[in-house]
């Protein structure tokens, strides 16, 4: 490319860089609500496995990732495109005539205030920001897929269950590959001076190069470690992605109530959450319910009740699908309905099934009312016209209730028959009128 035509395309390039980076910005920026409302709405009625939330999680970083870049690019452009707007004007830059600098000062002030160093620096920094975004989002991906192809193999092929579950183990084998990815172990590659062997080296490092989609990116990071200083490169690049993880994972513990999203960043109050002490969340109640939000596990109409009734709502999740099948089985509940010989026979066939999935769902939910259990719970399934998520609804009678504070516990049981554990599902004060 000749230099006329370099500086025609830098006089554009820049412009679309600013365009791209503008809007993957923004859609990356809103993407922190969209993957909030999809995996809240949708985490009760899917069974998500371990290869589901390491891509969950994964695609989460990655969106950080690129919008710490494009960030960053746009940041250097608005300063870039400021000082080019002031350099055009005054073209001839610092007018010394005026301001009478000192000749060691005149010699600083043009050493330092050189226009062409200004911007080309600028531009530089600013087109790398646009290319560490895109370069690291596709390590990140790579990381991700030798991630799942090898707890693939542990889980199906060795059966290491208890391995691949565990959190230490895949935080460990992420920074690994992270730390292959970016070739800081690729010093430790050897040949053994063996022919076959170094052969099946040679294959085996094939098949990973573009298996793990290092094929894409690993010629531009070779370009950048042969001509930078590899320790800042490689100190740099783990930084950059830690920094994305950390950030992803104290936005996804805001919405996440557990699992390993729960590393908090400039909160010291101790104190302040205590398992044992009552929390009014806002999605337990339905009058403060945004746009959007759901229930998540269920709730009543108000933390303040002024009706004779109160309305308590829990949502399905499919954790409860195998227990309440169980107990439905021991209660001999018929999942096909028979043919009748008369209205009769129906209609004291519907009764006794209705009898048996209250049974069945009384099994399942102990709702506990200022510590007395309340017995026979009448039961409805129920589809929520705010949240549209499918769970039970029953009505509680408070109309002699206590007026002021009162608690409400709803626990629920799970397990065999021999080993059923009953776990609190929902706690929560509400005051009465």
């Known amino acids: 490319m000749?230099?006329?035509?370099?500086?025609?395309?830098?006089?554009?390039s820049w412009q679309l860089e600013t365009i791209i980076a503008g809007g993957l910005f923004y859609t990356l920026f809103i993407s922190t609500d969209f993957f909030k409302n999809f995996y809240?709405?949708?985490?009760a009625i899917l069974n998500?496995?371990?290869?589901?939330?390491?891509?969950?999680?994964?695609?989460?970083?990655?969106?950080?990732?690129?919008?710490i870049g494009f960030?960053?690019?746009?940041?250097?452009?608005?300063?870039?495109?400021?000082?080019?707007?002031?350099?055009?004007?005054?073209?001839?830059?610092?007018?010394?005539?005026?301001?009478?600098?000192?000749?060691?000062?005149?010699?600083?002030?043009?050493?330092?205030?050189?226009?062409?160093?200004?911007?080309?620096?600028?531009e530089k920094w600013a087109s790398l920001s646009f290319s560490f975004a895109i370069l690291f989002a596709m390590v990140v991906i790579s990381t991700i897929v030798v991630c799942l192809l090898i707890d693939a193999f542990l889980l199906e092929v060795l059966e290491l269950d208890d391995l691949v579950y565990n959190i230490t183990y895949n935080y460990v084998l992420a920074a690994v590959i992270l730390l292959s990815q970016l070739g800081i172990l690729a010093q430790f590659s050897f040949k053994t001076g063996k022919k076959v062997v170094d052969k099946i080296l040679t294959a085996l490092n094939t098949f990973y190069y573009y298996i793990s989609g290092s094929f894409?990116?690993?010629r531009e990071l070779l370009i950048l470690r042969s001509n930078s200083k590899q320790w800042i490169l490689l100190s740099f690049g783990v930084f950059y992605i830690v920094m994305a993880t950390l950030i992803s994972i104290n936005q996804l513990g805001a919405f996440f109530y557990g699992g390993t999203f729960t590393v908090k960043s400039f909160d010291d109050r101790e104190t302040y959450e205590q398992p044992s002490v009552y929390m009014i969340r806002n999605n337990y109640c339905e009058d403060h319910l945004n746009e959007n939000e759901v229930f998540y596990r269920g709730g009543i109409q108000s933390e303040v009740?002024?009706?004779?009734?109160?309305?308590?709502?829990i949502v399905h999740w499919f954790w409860f699908d195998d227990f309440k099948d169980s107990v439905l089985t021991d209660l001999d509940f018929k999942k096909e309905i028979p043919i009748f010989k008369n209205d009769s026979i129906r209609s004291a066939f519907f009764d006794g099934q209705r009898t048996k999935y209250q049974q069945a769902l009384n099994t399942l939910f102990t709702v506990e009312l200022n510590t007395k259990k309340l017995d026979s719970v009448r039961w409805d399934r129920y589809k929520h016209p705010k949240t549209d998520e499918e769970g039970y609804v029953t009505f509680i009678k408070v109309d002699t209730l206590k007026q002021g504070r009162n608690i409400m516990h709803v626990r629920r049981r799970?397990?065999?028959?021999?080993?059923?554990?009953?776990?609190?599902?929902?706690?929560?004060?509400?005051?009465?009128e």
Do not use: C
Not at 305 to 313: A, C, G
Not at 414 to 432: A, E, I, L, R, T
């Open 48 to 67: 998500l496995n371990h290869y589901e939330t390491l891509i969950f999680f994964g695609l989460y970083i990655l969106t950080r990732t690129l919008l």
């Open 414 to 432: 799970y397990g065999k028959k021999d080993s059923q554990v009953s776990q609190n599902w929902m706690s929560f004060p509400f005051w009465k």
């Open 71 to 122: 960030g960053a690019n746009l940041v250097l452009r608005t300063f870039w495109v400021a000082y080019m707007a002031i350099y055009n004007w005054y073209p001839n830059g610092v007018n010394y005539d005026k301001i009478n600098p000192s000749d060691s000062r005149k010699k600083r002030l043009e050493l330092r205030y050189h226009r062409e160093n200004r911007l080309e620096t600028l």
């Open 40 to 43: 809240i709405q949708k985490q």
């Open 305 to 313: 009740i002024d009706e004779n009734y109160l309305k308590l709502f």
């Open 2 to 12: 000749k230099n006329d035509q370099k500086a025609e395309y830098r006089s554009i």
């Open 216 to 218: 894409l990116y690993q």
